[in-house]
């Protein structure tokens, strides 16, 4: 498969349950992100791995926990999370994370999203 | 606080009329800003980036920075143009959307 895969597609977890997202980019990058996209809110940025460190936070509650074991795998894991945390969740990877003026390295490609749904 | 707007949420125009979808922002410093676009049941993609000058899809955007404005233009709308319209400034590497503009483009 080619591009950006997130696994799974959908998801319906309780309070109490503990899960995980995962995302798969095949295009060699370098640079993940995580994204929330809420029915009432603009898509946020969540967290931004650049060579498998992290280098943002987006003041994203601890019940959210990133880990990007290597530069193609970035996994979300989730705990103990509230219904106001159901949206769609969305992974994104680029060449680099900055780039230079004109260059293309920073374009974000995205996948086709993760809907949490927590009752 | 950096604030991105997009002011209409629903634009509905007429194949072959103008659309103009309207973007402002409020940074510190010179972002780059972008176009993101979502044709349904596909994924968030760029349309085009204010660096590069460049026409996409009969698509332009002119970065007015007295204005603060990154507006989306194409003078001949077509039905595939149907679809959601983010408008994206980048400050360092974090990438912001506005909420959205949802374009029809009815026959």
């Known amino acids: 498969e080619t591009g950006v895969t997130q696994t799974p597609r959908h998801l319906v977890m309780g309070m109490t349950n503990k899960k995980s997202l995962k995302c798969e980019q095949h295009?060699?990058?370098?640079?993940m992100y995580w994204y929330k996209q809420s029915a009432k809110k603009p898509l946020e940025l969540m967290f931004v791995y650049s060579l498998e460190e992290r280098v943002e936070n987006n003041s994203v509650p601890s019940r959210f926990s990133p880990e990007c074991p290597n530069s193609s795998h970035l996994f979300l894991h989730l705990h103990t999370l509230q219904p106001e945390d159901s949206a769609l969740y969305l992974c994104a990877s680029s060449q680099d994370i900055g780039g230079l003026a004109g260059g293309r390295g920073d374009t974000q490609y995205f996948g086709p999203g993760t809907r949490l749904t927590v009752l | 606080a950096q604030r991105v707007t997009q002011p209409e949420k629903l634009l509905s125009v007429f194949k072959g009329a103008p659309v103009e979808l309207k973007c402002n922002y409020s940074y510190s410093g010179s972002p780059e800003l972008f176009w993101y676009v979502q044709y349904s049941r596909q994924r968030l993609q760029l349309l085009l980036r204010h660096i590069s000058r460049e026409s996409i899809k009969g698509f332009t955007a002119d970065l007015n920075k007295g204005e603060t404005s990154f507006h989306l233009k194409k003078p001949f709308a077509q039905e595939e143009d149907s679809a959601m319209y983010y408008c994206?400034?980048?400050?360092?590497?974090?990438?912001?959307f506005g909420a959205g503009t949802t374009v029809t483009v009815r026959a």
């Open positions: 295009l060699g990058h370098n640079a």
């Open positions: 994206a400034p980048r400050s360092d590497y974090k990438l912001s």
